[in-house]
């Protein structure tokens, strides 16, 4: 069973600005330490979050999306982040998995934010990513998506668990940032799973606080890796499958979890 290495990004975003994004972005992750297999930025990360998806929503040949699978390509691992996207006539806050051979696979935001705004702009999803990685199965979703235990649940079927591993990115303001820390402990705990939350920091156009408060925790509960509230951070750790398995099986709630239906 294989380490999963990491890197995340906490960091300020430029206001509605493209290339300022992609620029600041390459300096970070020129400063990695570590050969990562995954690298994980913030919600929205080349515009700040919400924006009118008319004016910045791109498609899969933007300047953008084209940047991260060069930057995919270059580092030889996936990049996980979102950002706005255009599908015919719909608008969705996606979240791209870009792998280093350029393709990749999209989740779009399930709960899109209604006290926000973002449901009068942005379509919500349909539906889960369950991807792999060096025999891990991810499951990634965006932001707001973090206080739904339903959507986030885990499952145990034949004796084998869904996922491994959950990763949230985010643009999750200051003033809320008791429910963060304490939603992300939970679903770790609750879905026997290792989990990322990666938010981003500074003030975005609308003058919103943004405390960051990244952190990877094991699925005790445990936080194994944080960035410094309201600071810039590139955070390199590795998780260990070993680890998550051996731990299930001494404590695997998963067999006396409820089984259940999502209706669309």
Not at 5 to 14: E, G, M, S, V
Not at 50 to 58: H, I, M, Q, T
Not at 66 to 76: F, P, V
Request: hydrophobic share 40%; with cysteine; net charge neutral.
């Amino acid at each position: 069973m294989q380490d999963l290495k990491i890197a995340f990004i906490q960091t300020r975003l430029y206001w509605e600005d493209h290339k300022a994004n992609q620029l600041h972005f390459s300096r970070l992750i020129a400063g990695l330490k570590t050969q990562p297999d995954l690298i994980v930025l913030p919600e929205t990360f080349n515009t700040g979050f919400p924006v009118d998806p008319r004016k910045w929503a791109e498609k899969p040949d933007g300047s953008s999306f084209r940047w991260l699978q060069h930057k995919a390509n270059e580092t030889g691992a996936v990049i996980c982040a979102s950002m706005l996207m255009e599908s015919g006539e719909e608008y969705h806050n996606s979240l791209i998995w870009m792998r280093p051979d350029g393709s990749h696979r999209l989740y779009n935001k399930r709960h899109v934010f209604r006290m926000g705004g973002e449901h009068e702009r942005i379509s919500p999803g349909d539906g889960h990513l369950l991807t792999r990685l060096k025999g891990w199965n991810i499951r990634p979703l965006v932001c707001y998506d973090l206080r739904f235990p339903v959507w986030c649940k885990n499952t145990y079927e034949n004796g084998q668990f869904e996922y491994d591993f959950m990763i949230f990115v985010a643009n999750w303001p200051a003033v809320r940032t008791l429910p963060w820390k304490q939603l992300l402990i939970a679903r770790a705990i609750e879905n026997q799973a290792y989990v990322l939350g990666v938010n981003r920091v500074g003030q975005d156009g609308l003058g919103i606080d943004y405390a960051g408060d990244s952190c990877l925790i094991d699925p005790k509960g445990q936080i194994i890796a944080q960035a410094k509230s309201g600071e810039e951070a590139l955070i390199e750790e590795s998780i260990s499958l070993t680890e998550l398995d051996g731990f299930r099986k001494k404590f695997n709630v998963g067999m006396d979890w409820d089984r259940f239906k999502i209706v669309y």
